[in-house]
T-cell receptor, first 111, second 113 residues
Framework: QKEVEQDPGPLSVPEGAIVSLNCTYSNSAFQYFMWYRQYSRKGPELLMYTYSSGNKEDGRFTAQVDKSSKYISLFIRDSQPSDSATYLCAMRTGANSKLTFGKGITLSVRP | ETGVTQSPTHLIKTRGQQVTLRCSSQSGHNTVSWYQQALGQGPQFIFQYYREEENGRGNFPPRFSGLQFPNYSSELNVNALELDDSALYLC????????????FGPGTRLTVL
């Protein structure tokens, strides 16, 4: 079993839709949870990170962590064609900076 | 623009050869981590350098080695290349170890024939 599992894709939605991206994990030592966006032929770009359980909002993006269920989500409201990219969840323990990533899901937002 | 640069952009090598990839971290960042991203997969942690010392390593064999220089730039060296080493190699820099804001470079795409 992989430490971090991410919903398989690809995912295609119409412009304006609410998108929900999800990851589950098995290592209860993970404390910090990140979402990265990666455009084709580019490096990952940090969207947001959260510590422990709870919600965090940044513009159209909301990250949600449920440590009891070992489940994290990223919600994108009013999705735009420019949101079309691969979204990667990542997490780390408090011990070091090593990030453990999910496989990524490719999102396509249709105009 | 993250400020992290990597060179070269693309590289083609044959099996058994050796390769050196380079990374310049963002200004003021003293920690560099290297990741391998195979096609269709998430990045996998190779190792991290902090103040010129290796500070953590993932499940990669010893033929993957690295260096960090006094200006915090870094190199990733891979010896005895195998076909499975074909991937995008990413470096990420941060202000210090144990932080959440790691900034990735655009990567070096390595193809091993």
């Amino acid at each position: 079993q992989k430490e971090v599992e991410q919903d398989p894709g690809p995912l295609s939605v119409p412009e304006g839709a609410i998108v929900s991206l999800n990851c589950t994990y098995s290592n209860s030592a993970f404390q910090y949870f990140m979402w990265y966006r990666q455009y084709s032929r580019k490096g990952p770009e940090l969207l947001m990170y959260t510590y422990s359980s709870g919600n965090k909002e940044d513009g159209r993006f909301t990250a949600q962590v449920d440590k009891s269920s070992k489940y994290i989500s990223l919600f994108i409201r009013d999705s735009q064609p420019s949101d079309s990219a691969t979204y990667l969840c990542a997490m780390r323990t408090g011990a070091n900076s090593k990030l453990t990533f999910g496989k990524g899901i490719t999102l396509s937002v249709r105009p | 623009e993250t400020g992290v640069t990597q060179s070269p952009t693309h590289l083609i090598k044959t099996r058994g050869q050796q390769v050196t990839l380079r990374c310049s971290s963002q200004s003021g960042h003293n920690t560099v981590s290297w990741y391998q991203q195979a096609l269709g997969q998430g990045p996998q942690f190779i190792f991290q350098y902090y103040r010129e010392e290796e500070n953590g390593r993932g499940n990669f064999p010893p033929r993957f080695s690295g260096l960090q220089f006094p200006n915090y730039s870094s190199e990733l060296n891979v010896n005895a290349l195998e076909l499975d080493d074909s991937a995008l190699y990413l470096c990420a820099s941060s202000l210090r170890t144990g932080v959440n804001e790691q900034f990735f470079g655009p990567g070096t795409r390595l193809t091993v024939l």
